[in-house]
């Protein structure tokens, strides 16, 4: 039975469930989820990610971490932690970055905190083994700092529904429709502490307003470890820089937007990061965090243009390809100002370009 086939008996049998229990089910069902069995990443298969798009943005990754690890005091052993490293390939052009300063990528240890089982073996086929694998990001020994870098993590990670109605919120469920399909719908908040974001109360009937508790728990995790051990953690992903409304759920399949629904395990499913719920519960947990800056200004102030005019030179016949690759990172209407890019820290630590860290 597919697993679209088993969410509506279930859903026929105990009722609605939430998006983030479809999201997670989606996404990680062990039969049939998409990152379990199916997730294909690149230009052949369901989406790109940065650092698919070009060397240069794993590469400057690299030259970020090498200056965090300088002025966290150059310790000859840390954590070089990459969660949800995809096929491998920011990984790899981060450590061939690291190479321009051997004493790094000697203190180097390198953990990647992976779920699904067929993206380990890309990763594996592209790394070797030096790498060590876990499952979740406690599973990574406390005890020494941490760099930690995530692109397109947070996306993966589920948030609730909260739909404006005529005297109050509800939560947005799945249900059955009257056709036997999978359908929206609306639960009631009742008298639970359930509210969507407080800045958000204020919003026109039918608004959608998201809250994901995954999110910030994650950044709690994060911001326990860098108050505890020090570092600094990296998240990049597309998201909101401010509270913001609208429903971001959003499924893609060969590189098509395409019905959630209808589309169980078969296709990627994300929703925006929330990175002011980010920053807020990693400065709760104790860690400094923000600004939040757009990923076209992290890589221009770490000096992408140069380092495209550099690709281009070495090669001219691949210049067009690099300055196409440079306007997607970069540019406005590309991944430059709808992703975002936010650094946790340990308290006494800056790292670049998050000098005003709070
Ligand atoms: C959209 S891909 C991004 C891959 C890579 N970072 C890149 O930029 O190409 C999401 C990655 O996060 C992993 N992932 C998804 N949910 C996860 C979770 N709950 N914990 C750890 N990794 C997860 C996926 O298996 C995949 O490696």
Redesign the pocket.
């Given at each position: 039975m597919s697993l679209l086939d088993r969410l509506k008996a279930q859903i026929a049998q105990d009722g609605p469930i939430g998006v983030p229990e479809f999201f997670t089910r989606c996404?990680h069902d062990p039969r049939d989820g998409y990152?379990a069995m199916r997730?294909d990443?690149g230009a052949g298969g369901d989406f790109i990610?940065?650092?698919?798009v070009s060397q240069m943005f794993g590469e400057l990754i690299g030259l970020w971490a090498i200056e965090t690890w300088t002025r966290m005091g150059r310790p000859s052993s840390f954590r070089l932690v990459e969660?949800?490293?995809?096929?491998g390939?920011?990984m790899s052009d981060l450590l061939r970055a690291g190479k321009l300063e051997p004493d790094f990528l000697a203190a180097a240890e390198v953990w990647l905190?992976?779920?699904?089982a067929p993206?380990k073996v890309r990763q594996a086929a592209k790394l070797g083994d030096a790498p060590r694998w876990v499952g979740r990001l406690d599973e990574v020994p406390v005890g020494a700092p941490m760099i930690l870098v995530a692109?397109?993590?947070l996306d993966?990670?589920p948030a609730r529904q909260f739909v404006r109605i005529k005297d109050g919120w509800a939560e947005r469920v799945i249900g059955l429709g009257e056709d036997g399909a999978l359908a929206f719908g609306l639960r009631g908040l009742g008298k639970s502490a359930d509210t969507p974001i407080p800045d958000l109360l204020i919003q026109p009937e039918g608004s959608i307003v998201e809250s994901s508790p995954a999110q910030a728990a994650l950044a709690s995790d994060i911001a326990h470890r860098l108050a505890a051990d020090g570092g600094a953690a990296l998240l990049i992903d597309y998201g909101r820089a401010a509270p913001e409304a609208g429903d971001t759920l959003q499924a893609i399949q060969g590189h098509q937007k395409v019905d959630p629904l209808k589309t169980a395990g078969l296709a990627d499913l994300t929703v925006w990061a929330d990175f002011p719920a980010v920053v807020a519960a990693a400065r709760e947990t104790g860690a400094k965090a923000g600004p939040i800056i757009t990923q076209g200004e992290f890589l221009t102030a770490l000096g992408i243009e140069a380092r495209a005019q550099a690709l281009a030179t070495a090669r001219p016949d691949r210049a067009d390809q690099v300055a196409r690759q440079l306007d997607r990172l970069i540019g406005e209407a590309q991944m430059g100002a709808l992703f975002k890019v936010a650094c946790l820290t340990a308290p006494d630590l800056s790292p670049p370009l998050f000098e005003d860290a709070t």
């Open positions: 996404l990152y997730p990443l990610t940065a650092p698919l969660m949800g490293p995809g096929d390939t920011l905190v992976e779920v699904s993206l692109n397109e993590l993966c990670l």
